[in-house]
């Protein structure tokens, strides 16, 4: 696995960590194989887009992820509201 893929993670699951505040929190990180097929490499990556919804951020990424490659997989911070109302998310793995 490339240095950037821990260093994208570690980004998208910062939420307002002083030692990350100079950068956009990651809404999702797409991985492929590079093309020796020897590690893992950051293909793209997503930021929290303010103003948006988040129907329109996941048909966003949908929009991105899309491929026929079967070797592509994502991590996306999927938003949601408690019962309480509080926001929260969650990082989900999709192939």
Do not use: W
Not at 10 to 31: C, E, G, H, P, V
Not at 32 to 45: A, C, G, L, P, R
């Amino acid at each position: 696995m490339h240095a950037d893929c821990q260093a994208a993670v570690t980004q998208l699951s910062m939420k307002k960590a002083l030692a990350n505040k100079d950068k956009a929190k990651l809404r999702y990180i797409i991985f492929e194989f590079d093309n020796n097929y020897e590690q893992v490499i950051v293909s793209k990556t997503g930021e929290e887009a303010s103003g948006k919804t988040p129907k329109e951020e996941y048909e966003e990424f949908l929009e991105v992820f899309t491929s026929p490659n079967l070797s592509t997989l994502a991590v996306y911070d999927m938003p949601y509201t408690t019962k309480a109302g509080a926001s929260h998310s969650t990082p989900i793995l999709i192939h």
